[in-house]
Each structure stands twice: as structure tokens, then as C-alpha cells.
């Protein structure tokens, strides 16, 4: 038989407590209780404050456990952040648009996000500086590339797991496909990205960053019918980026550049 509440001893009642945090699982609770309890009796905290402190203790380690689940699953390649990105070096890039996206109000309405222009302005910058935000701010996020994704999709289908694929990449509440357009998709790859893309169409965001020009994805993707249908999802609700100024990784190289391609110019004319 169980002693009634009121007849329980302190050590008992304490021990009682412990196994109790324990059985739930509250481990940082647990571990933080002969603290809390020694601060409540010294700072003579009410029971109220105290219990508040003890569990503020579980729910601060919750919260770090389940951002750094989230940063580990958003594969993030990059640690950027938008404070990262100099616009003055951008000049083209509408700043006041982007500060916009960084609130994250576009996930609410399911609108996507494409970013246009050529290599090293600043495309994957700019798609990781939003998704850290997306993590930080509780969303699943998951970042890949068009290559990467048609190569998940293709693999999958030789196996039969389609459905939990197209599951897979249906999830996250914010999917950013980096390099569409850098390599050309092998032959079910870009009818997989259109299958992903439908399938997340006006139900959760994507962020596409390509090299090709809106108007040059029909010939870039071979099919001109699956090229039309998808930047019809995709542009549905959209807010497209392009990004024509010079390239970030080559500004220090740009003399060097440009000598070298007049070198070569001399040289063929
Ligand atoms: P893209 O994806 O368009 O090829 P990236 O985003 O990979 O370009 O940028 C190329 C490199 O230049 C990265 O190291 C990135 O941090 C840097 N970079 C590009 N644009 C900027 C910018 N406006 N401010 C600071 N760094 C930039
Ligand atoms: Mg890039």
C-alpha cells in the first residue's frame, strides 16, 4: 500500500520528484532540481518562482535540442547569415525586397523565392541567409541542389521509394534548390523537379537559384511543356531576385579578368 501524500517523508517526497522527472524524460529538470531547490530556499523564491525556474531550465534545453535538430537536418551548406551580405557590393539587388523575405512572411502564403543571374553574385549567399532564418525561427528547412535532388529522385525510383521521396522533399516548410541550370539534369531529373515543385505548389515555399534566364528554361531543360509547367507553380506566387552585377568571388580578379579576356579577343581577331 502507498503512503498518503501527507505522510510522506521529505527524502521520500524528494526521491519521489527525481523519479518523476526521470520518468518523464526531463532530464535537464532533473539534473538542475537539487540547484533550483538550494536557490529556492536561499533566495527564498515562492513555490511558484521556483517550479517557473526549474522548468524554464527544461524548456531552454529543449528548445537548443531542437534547433540544433533542425540545423542538422537543413544541411545548410554555409553558416551565412543576411548580415553577411554587403549590398552595397550588389547594387542590383533590391535590399528593401530582401530585408522583406528575411521576415519570413512569404512561408505564411506558400510564395517562392527565385534568385536569377550568373555565377558568384551572391545566389547561395543569399538562399542560406534565409534558411538559417527559417531554422532560427522553428521552420524545417532543407537545402539541396537541383543535381543532388534529381540524383535523391532518380536513385529512389531504381529502388522503389518514390512516394516516401516525393514525401521527403513534400516535408520541409521551406525547400531551397541551389544550381538549377549549372549541370544538365539527367533525363527523368527535371520531370522529378517538377513533381517536386507540383506537389509544393501553393502548400509550402521553395527557393530556386538558377543560372538561366526565365525565358532560356525551355531550351535549358529540354522540355519545353515541363519547363512551361513548372515556372507556372513556381511563379504563381513568387518573388524573383535577379542578380546582374559583377561577380563577388571574382572582384578582386576582375582586372585580371578582363586583361585576359582582351588578350584573348587581340588574339582571335
Ligand atoms: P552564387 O551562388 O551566385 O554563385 P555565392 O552566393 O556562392 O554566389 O557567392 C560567391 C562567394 O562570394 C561566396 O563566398 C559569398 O560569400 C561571396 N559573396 C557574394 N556576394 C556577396 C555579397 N554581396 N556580400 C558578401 N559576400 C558575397
Ligand atoms: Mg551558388
Not at 550568373?118 to 543535381?147: C, E, I, N, Q, W
Request: glycine share 6%; net charge neutral.
Amino acid at each position: 500500500m502507498s503512503t498518503p501524500p501527507t505522510q510522506m517523508s521529505e527524502a521520500r517526497r524528494y526521491s519521489q520528484l527525481r523519479a518523476h522527472l526521470s520518468y518523464l524524460k526531463l532530464n535537464d529538470a532533473f539534473d538542475a532540481l537539487p540547484r533550483v531547490l538550494d536557490q529556492a530556499r536561499s533566495e527564498n523564491l515562492s513555490m511558484t518562482a521556483a517550479l517557473e525556474r526549474l522548468l524554464e531550465i527544461e524548456v531552454e534545453a529543449t528548445e537548443a535540442r531542437r534547433l540544433a535538430a533542425r540545423e542538422r537536418f537543413a544541411c545548410l551548406p554555409e553558416p551565412w547569415t543576411l548580415s553577411d551580405f554587403d549590398f552595397s557590393a550588389q547594387p542590383g539587388v533590391d535590399e528593401k525586397l530582401i530585408r522583406d523575405l528575411a521576415t519570413l512572411r512569404f512561408l505564411d502564403d506558400a510564395s517562392n523565392v527565385l534568385f536569377v543571374g550568373p555565377p558568384g553574385v551572391g545566389k547561395t549567399m543569399l538562399s542560406v541567409a534565409l534558411g538559417r532564418a527559417a531554422v532560427d525561427a522553428g521552420h524545417r528547412v532543407y537545402f539541396t541542389t537541383a543535381a543532388e535532388l534529381a540524383a535523391k529522385c532518380h536513385k529512389a525510383a531504381l529502388e522503389g521509394r518514390w512516394k516516401t521521396c516525393m514525401r521527403f522533399f513534400a516535408g520541409p516548410r521551406l525547400l531551397i534548390i541551389d544550381e538549377l541550370g549549372y549541370l544538365p539534369l539527367p533525363e527523368d531529373g527535371a520531370s522529378a523537379l517538377f513533381q517536386v515543385i507540383n506537389q509544393r505548389y501553393l502548400k509550402s515555399s521553395t527557393i530556386l537559384s538558377t543560372n538561366v534566364g526565365i525565358a532560356d528554361w525551355a531550351s535549358a531543360f529540354g522540355d519545353a511543356t515541363v519547363a512551361a509547367a513548372m515556372l507556372d507553380r513556381l511563379l504563381h506566387r513568387a518573388a524573383v531576385v535577379g542578380i546582374d552585377g559583377p561577380s563577388y568571388r571574382l572582384r578582386h580578379h576582375q582586372g585580371h579578368a578582363d586583361n585576359l579576356r582582351q588578350g584573348v579577343n587581340a588574339r582571335v581577331s
